[in-house]
């Protein structure tokens, strides 16, 4: 009883220890002293698989040693006051869960500017997780190519390490030392807990800043008491090697005024390098208070920065002498034209504009499509041309392109006064889209600057013309108003007439895919169906109309397109008006398309082509223009069938072709007309129109051909 009392005593020291060192799955077996029941049976709760052998006297115990997971065996011998011998053994399962990875939480990369020092990459920008809590560690696996990365200081070599303790610390930094070729850097990674478990090929990206810098620092060069001048480009400039947009912020403001938009900027305001390029930066020099300066400061946006740096403004007494003339009329669709085909300029203190320069911009009213070029003539004799980006006068080179929008152009030595006037009259606008609807004026700015401190600025009107109205006629069955496609102002509506028989019947009078181009209208001459659009032609001195017509039947006048006085029918009389149509005279059975502008017949602008054969169902195209010269006061037309021109009605009026009473035309009615005059259905259209179009310009004759083959 004594020996297994004892042994049993042993067995309760030695079991912690088991079981402390069974947790990680270890198992045992083992004889010396105690019963193979008892102590088998307690390991056995903690252990796995395994086994101790062993023989005790005296009931101590010794050689109890766990050996690894699974199997082992470990024996010894004992001697205290007696002997024994037995075995134990047991089996059991891993008494905690397998180890988990960490994973990388945060990998944002750091912002940092070009060349600075001890840039600390924190927690917020790299972080990794462990489910266990444990530290994890990171091993710098490639160096950054253009910097030093550092922990607490010290500079990391390949395979160095940091954990993640350091960076909620701060202690990991990184200086850039531009090294290596380009901006941006990085650092390879690989990460792990303490027992090796992490992955590897992770990137840390270090975003380089570089900070703006002045590309041109001045000086500026203004005339003495000049007001509203502009701050060029290319004596004060920016750049930023990212591309970050860049401010600039008036640290010292100058005696004169810097504005912006018109607005004085006052010490601690800001404007953009796009406030530059975009002319809005203007200065005001005080008279007689001589040379002036300002001082600025940059910033990108993302910590790059330049310190202030004066601007010197130099003033000077004498300026070019520029004027621009006559303002262009320009349609779009047609050919670049010059701007200032008269321009003249002089320079009383300048033999040439070496290091001046020339720009010109749309400054109002500017829109997409719009462009400003050079029209190269050839190297002749006073000839202006441009290869590739440099501009030559006779052959000789005089300045180079330095920017296409707005157009800037460097002077050098041989830029004489005769020579960059002839490059100010080859200044040209254009506009590619013929049935563009920004049709407003354009105001384009010349500035020129002699490369001695003289400065002229000059602004002329572009008159830009185009299509006005178009009626396409392919609104759906049912709408109750033909809609203008051009801007959907001068829509006409079918009914409301006066009298409800000029109605057009919405469910009936529309022909979805009969027309000429697409759908069509069908007017009827009995009821002396019309439209009365959103369109005056009262205060347009130049204009065309243009409509396809497809009679229903072959007798009588048929105008298609009418305005004019109150009464008016559809041939003049005494009433002022115009009109275009087709006519089938019962005398003679003679086929005419006729174009009339006046208020009689032996005074008016007759044309007609003669000789027609007007098919039921055949398409005709019309076109009549009328052209206003405000010198003489005179308008001339011009008329076209299917792109044949129209010839002078000798039997009315030999000389009919120009007109000089319907300059203002206060009389006429408000509205342009489709399918009927005035009064009385004698001559009403009587069939298919469509396509009808309103220009505030003459076509040409080749223009007109060009609308007749495009719908044929």
């Known amino acids: 009883m004594s020996l297994h009392a004892q042994s049993f005593w042993i067995v309760l020291v030695v079991v912690p220890t088991l079981l402390a060192a069974c947790k990680e799955g270890d198992g045992g077996s ?6 193979e029941e008892l102590l088998g049976g307690v390991i056995g709760v903690d252990g796995g698989t395994g086994g101790a052998s062993g023989n005790a006297a005296g009931g101590a115990t010794t050689g109890v040693t766990p050996v690894g997971e699974g199997a082992g065996e ?25 180890n988990q990875a960490p994973t990388i939480t945060l990998n944002l990369g750091a912002l940092t500017q070009f060349g600075a020092t001890s840039v600390v990459i924190t927690a917020a920008r790299l972080a990794a997780s462990d489910p266990e809590g444990e530290d994890v560690t990171f091993t710098v696996t490639t160096l950054p190519a253009r910097g030093t990365l550092r922990r607490n200081g010290t500079a990391l070599t390949t395979n160095g390490t940091f954990t993640q303790s350091d960076l909620v610390a701060n202690l990991v930094t990184y200086d850039h030392g531009n090294t290596g070729t380009g901006l941006e850097d990085s650092f390879a990674f690989s990460f792990a807990d303490p027992h090796g478990a992490g992955a590897t090929g992770q990137t840390f990206a270090l975003d380089v800043n570089e900070s703006p810098a002045l590309t041109r620092s001045g000086p500026l060069y203004y005339h003495d008491g000049g007001t509203s001048l502009q701050v060029p480009t290319n004596y004060f400039a920016a750049a930023d090697a990212d591309g970050d947009p860049i401010t600039f912020t008036l640290t010292t403001a100058p005696a004169g005024t810097l504005r912006k938009n018109g607005t004085a900027l006052a010490q601690g305001d800001t404007f953009t390098q796009s406030d530059l390029a975009q002319d809005k930066i203007t200065y005001d020099h005080v008279a007689a208070s001589g040379n002036d300066a300002f001082a600025v400061s940059l910033a990108d946006g993302r910590g790059g920065t330049l310190a202030a740096t004066s601007i010197a403004i130099n003033v000077s007494g004498v300026d070019p002498a520029l004027a621009l003339g006559t303002p262009l009329v320009y349609a779009v669709g047609r050919a670049a034209s010059p701007i200032a085909s008269a321009a003249t300029l002089t320079d009383a203190d300048s033999a040439n504009f070496a290091g001046g320069r020339l720009r010109a911009a749309i400054t109002a009213n500017a829109a997409a499509g719009d462009q400003l070029t050079i029209l190269a003539e050839g190297t002749g004799a006073g000839q202006i041309n441009v290869d590739t980006m440099i501009v030559s006068y006779e052959g000789t080179p005089i300045g180079t392109i330095v920017q296409t929008s707005p157009l ?5 030595a041989a830029a004489t006064p005769a020579a960059t006037q002839r490059l100010v009259r080859r200044l040209g606008f254009g506009h590619a889209d013929a049935l563009a609807a920004a049709l407003a004026d354009r105001t384009v700015t010349v500035l020129l600057l002699d490369g001695t401190g003289g400065v002229t600025q000059q602004a002329t009107t572009v008159d830009v013309r185009g299509l006005r109205a178009h009626w396409r006629f392919d609104d759906a069955s049912g709408t109750t108003s033909a809609l203008d496609s051009v801007a959907g102002v001068a829509n006409a509506p079918l009914t409301g007439h006066t009298t409800p028989a000029n109605d057009l019947d919405p469910a009936t009078a529309w022909n979805p895919t009969g027309g000429k181009l697409g759908g069509a209208l069908l007017f009827n001459r009995a009821e002396t169906e019309f439209l ?13 109309l243009s409509a396809w017509v497809q009679v229903a039947s072959a007798t009588g006048g048929q105008v298609a397109l009418w305005q004019g006085d109150t009464g008016g029918n559809g041939w003049g009389s005494a009433q002022h008006e115009v009109h275009i149509g087709l006519n089938k005279y019962t005398s003679g059975n003679d086929g005419h398309a006729t174009f009339f502008f006046g208020n009689n017949e032996n005074g008016a602008i007759v044309l007609r082509r003669t000789g027609m054969t007007f098919n039921v169902g055949a398409w005709h195209h019309l076109v009549a223009t009328i052209s206003y010269d405000s010198g003489t006061g005179v308008s001339t037309g011009a008329a076209y069938v299917d792109g044949v021109a129209m010839t002078v009605d000798t039997t009315a009026n030999a000389n009919a072709r120009t007109d000089t009473t319907q300059n203002t035309r206060t009389s006429w009615r408000d509205a342009l007309r489709i399918g009927a005059p005035d009064a009385g259905n004698v001559r009403s259209a009587d069939g298919l129109i469509d396509d009808v179009r309103v220009y505030d310009y003459p076509l040409t004759q080749a223009e007109a051909q060009a609308l007749f083959d495009a719908a044929d």
Do not use: C, I, R
Request: proline share 4%; charged share 10%.
């Open 30 to 35: 083992g004889e010396g002293g105690a019963p």
């Open 74 to 98: 470990s024996s010894g011998q004992g001697t205290a006051g007696g002997s024994a011998s037995g075995t134990s053994s047991g089996s059991g399962s891993a008494g905690g869960p397998a």
């Open 408 to 412: 800037v152009v460097d002077l050098n």
């Open 532 to 544: 009365d659009t959103g369109y005056s032609l009262k205060t347009v001195e130049s204009f065309t």
